[in-house]
């Protein structure tokens, strides 16, 4: 594991999809795959299924642990690929992003304020 980039000063949010109830989350982590390393080992389509089984045992250790401390998880492949790849500067490389994990204290609320807004924005012009 390793620290690449600081994130942009846009929500962290649009990099996942507009998925903005994480825009204040204290940790997150990207999973990666360099799927160069992967072919060398496994010389077929297998390399794509391990990357992904062992995304999986990463993302898995991750919520174990967080949710042992106490804390909340939240995960997602809803990743907006270039923007990604981009921050990670894995553009134009084996390196593939696959997954992302997060965790840290909840508010208790199922909604963020973005999505709340444009609910209500749309129940306003109905």
């Not at 992967?38 to 919520?63: C, D, N, P």
């Not at 204290?105 to 909604?111: A, H, I, L, P, R």
């Amino acid at each position: 594991m390793s620290f690449v980039n600081p994130l942009p000063d846009s929500p962290l949010g649009q990099l996942l999809c507009g998925q903005h109830f994480i825009n204040n989350l204290p940790v997150g982590l990207f999973i990666t795959a360099r799927f160069d390393k992967l072919w060398w080992k496994y010389e077929h389509s297998r390399a794509y299924r391990m990357a992904y089984v062992e995304a999986g045992h990463i993302s898995q250790t991750f919520q174990l642990v967080a949710t042992a401390l106490g804390l909340s998880t939240w995960l997602t492949g809803a990743l907006a690929d270039d923007q990604v790849e981009t921050l990670l500067g894995i553009e134009d490389s084996a390196e593939q992003a696959l997954f992302f994990v997060g965790c840290g204290q909840s508010d208790g609320q199922v909604m963020c304020k973005e999505l709340k807004a444009l609910l209500s924005s749309r129940d306003s012009q109905q």
